[in-house]
């Protein structure tokens, strides 16, 4: 199986600075990495597919990089509701895995 | 608009069975696979394999094939999935949507609500 490593597992920061949470794939995936919003008791939400592709409805703050092995989600200008846990998923082979998840926490 | 409505709660015992159901509206049921994800408290997410409605045809990760079966209803565009459950089963079973038609490739973009299932002795 593909492990996935993300890092930070969590981070604090201020409404409106710029974070980076990385994502390393085990091996190669291509591009086919995508990145999901949890908030606490809720669904999660696709935030980016194929490594840098914004999903509908999504705003233009969060942008996604990377390709082969290592990976980036960066939100840029913090706001309240992107205070959530963020998960890597990798699509390049089953079992389709997941990273152990990037608690965004305000300070 | 596009949702997915999954079955309630469900608390049993170890070595039961219970089969959970999402149900699709707002788009074309056989259009998309449909993905289960389960996430055990205070823990991170787990794909467990998919479904495409189309065909019948699964694809489970190996940690649970022999212990999961995801079978659907095009007639009521409902997918169901069964588990046998261990103690260690306890977790939110979400169903999702495939991101784009006949591929995952893209993630999942619509999700359902979760279903709680608690396993105690």
């Known amino acids: 199986d593909i492990q996935m490593t993300q890092s930070p597992s969590s981070l604090s920061a201020y409404v409106g600075d710029r974070v980076t949470i990385a994502c390393r794939a085990s091996q190669s995936i291509n591009n086919y990495l995508n990145w999901y919003q949890q908030s606490p008791g809720q669904a999660p939400k696709l935030v980016i597919y194929l490594a840098s592709n914004l999903q509908s409805g999504v705003p233009s703050r969060f942008s996604g990089g990377g390709s082969g092995t290592d990976f980036t989600l960066s939100i840029s200008g913090l706001q309240p509701e992107d205070f959530a846990t963020y998960y890597c998923q990798q699509t390049y082979t089953t079992p389709l895995t997941f990273g152990g998840g990037t608690n965004v926490e305000i300070k | ?121």
């Open chain 2, 1 to 121: 608009q596009v949702q997915l409505v999954q079955s309630g709660a469900e608390v049993t015992k170890p070595g039961a069975s219970v089969k959970v159901s999402c149900k699709a509206s707002g788009y074309t049921f056989t259009d998309h696979f449909i993905h289960w994800v389960r996430q055990a408290p205070g823990h991170g997410l787990e794909w467990m394999g998919w479904i495409n409605p189309n065909s019948g045809g699964t694809n489970y990760a190996q940690k649970f094939q022999g212990w999961v079966t995801m079978t659907g209803d095009t007639s009521i565009n409902t997918v169901y999935m069964e588990v046998r459950l261990r103690s260690e089963d306890t977790a939110v079973y979400y169903c999702a949507r495939g991101n784009g038609p006949g591929v995952n490739y893209y993630g999942v973009d619509v999700w359902g609500q979760g279903t709680t299932v608690t396993v105690s002795s």
